[in-house]
């Protein structure tokens, strides 16, 4: 495997005039490829949600992920077809910029630990305010993401077969045209944060006396939040070249949650509030945000990365 920055070149030896693919053309594959992902959902009883019928019916959720992983196959074979016969790649960087190969085992753990300092608050909640420390010991949250088709869904099939279509089927697309990799970041999730906005009719669906207006702030946040988190994915991506790592990033977010930004923090148990143990939440929190943005780029950086980090504007 070559070194990034001599692949770099080589992927992208293009002038902004004879760059393989258009924007454009980068953009609808994106548009099409979200479309196959949810869509069917409202093609088949088997998926489509109903007042009566939940999207998160064990059923339901069995067939959405059959469905997803089919459209997550043909969306990846699609760009590999692109990069080989489009780009002109070898099999082993096509899979390499798919995010495939090398698997990334070290920059995956470095953007987990890099993902955990934003978190560093919920963290101190969980496992030492909660005792959660205890439940990781007997293997309880292993336990609940096999045994729970919900958190299957949550933590594993949803965050895979997302970051499968999202970026190592689309992200490749617009490293090939003549976007710039910092435009990449933030125009790329904003189909991402769209391709969630289907959740407003499920959600009123099942929650029909919530006023509309109510469910679209639901829905706006759901957005803003879902095209935060697919630039930061996208940064990722780009800087480990590795799908393992974005997935694990992705996983875990989504078992975290959002974090608590107020209030008193209080045990699950109910003994109520304690200063000290909410002094050290908003502690955490606020020096993990610090370290995140002072490491961003070091616990980022690595030998596999699609693009240097010149190509960034650094």
Known sequence: MVAFSEMFHRLNPWSKDTNPISTTTASLLLVSYALSYFLPFYFSPLTRPSPTFSRDNPSVIRARIRSVCI?????????FFILLYVANLSVSDA????GFWPLGLVESARALGLTALLFAGPLF???VVDDGWKDWAKGEPVKEVWGDMLSWRNIVAGPLTEELLFRTSSVPLFLLSPLPVSRTIFYSPVIFGLAHV???YEFRLQNPRVPVFAALLRSIFQFSFTTLFGAYATFIFIRTGSLLAVFAVHAFCNGMGLPKVWGRVERLDGKGPDVLWTVAYYVLLAGGAVGFWKELWTLTEGGNGLVPTSAFGR
Do not use: A, P, V
């Open 95 to 98: 899979l390499h910029y798919l």
């Open 198 to 200: 289907h959740h407003f």
């Open 125 to 127: 909640l969980y496992l």
């Open 71 to 79: 459209s997550c196959f043909f969306c990846c074979l699609s760009t």
